[in-house]
């Protein structure tokens, strides 16, 4: 005898259903109603409960892709996870301070984030995976070379876009600035910088990643005052993190070398 529901056969019900879900933009019970009514099915699941898996399936999936669009939308360089931070190669870090800025209670509060290091400690993985971190818990996230955004704002000034510009990067939730220190910046570079910083300043999250100390940060922003209040904008209320300086990339990349070597020998 053929199942019926409300007078359709089964193949008659799934077409409406693959509709409805069409109609009502539901593309993940549109492809898993058929498994999970046979899981249903299988478990003798109630009503109650079949719906429940239908509509939580679909809210997952949903929050899945929304954290899928603020991590494309951050636009981060590269891929980079907390889960693979070595944090046993480099004892500089502490996991458990990382850890609770992952929880991205900072980002809430509109707080500063500061990786000071050199080249190889971690800084940019840290960078990356606190940021994707604030993606994923909901919050809109922007990565940017220091010198792309300071060319960005010089060439927004030129062009009588620098506030509408400013606006932009002041609307997302966490600014992540990488390579800040690399490179001096003129006086004009540097005090369009500022007013990014100061736009965001107790609004927003700025995240910053450095190979300069602080007390080296008068190579890159020249004028000592200027260099004062940007300093004092990207610490105050914050959390700093030293990566130190050794750097456990090269360390990785010579104990390679040593094993090939001991292996061809």
């Not at 636009?75 to 889960?83: N, S, T, V, W």
């Not at 190669?89 to 000071?116: E, Q, R, S």
């Not at 506030?163 to 966490?174: E, N, S």
Request: net charge positive; aromatic share 6%.
């Amino acid at each position: 005898m053929t199942n019926r529901h409300r007078g359709l056969t089964e193949q008659a019900a799934d077409a409406a259903i693959d509709s409805a879900c069409r109609l009502l933009r539901l593309p993940t019970i549109r492809s898993q109603f058929t498994d999970l009514a046979e899981a249903a099915a299988r478990d003798q699941m109630t009503y109650r409960g079949f719906l429940a898996e239908l509509l939580m399936a679909e809210c997952d999936d949903r929050a899945r892709r929304r954290s899928e669009r603020r991590i494309k939308a951050a636009a981060f360089p590269r891929d980079k996870a907390l889960r693979t931070f070595d944090f046993t190669a480099n004892p500089n870090v502490d996991p458990a301070i990382v850890h609770t800025l992952a929880k991205c209670d900072w980002v809430k509060k509109g707080l500063p984030l500061c990786l000071i290091g050199d080249s190889g400690t971690g800084k940019s993985h840290l960078l990356i995976a606190l940021g994707t971190e604030a993606a994923m818990a909901g919050h809109r996230v922007r990565y940017v070379l220091a010198t792309k955004l300071v060319n960005e704002l010089v060439e927004a000034a030129d062009e009588k876009m620098l506030a509408k510009t400013i606006a932009r990067y002041g609307r997302v939730d966490l600014l992540c600035i990488d390579e800040l220190g690399y490179m001096e910046l003129d006086r004009r570079g540097a005090e369009l910088l500022f007013q990014v910083l100061t736009e965001r300043e107790e609004k927003a999250s700025v995240a910053i990643a450095s190979n300069e100390a602080f007390s080296g940060w008068t190579k890159t922003f020249t004028d000592p005052r200027l260099c004062a209040a940007i300093v004092d904008r990207l610490t105050f209320g914050g959390n700093i993190i030293e990566t130190g300086t050794d750097s456990y990339r090269l360390a990785q990349t010579r104990a390679r070398t040593d094993q090939s070597t001991h292996a061809r020998v």
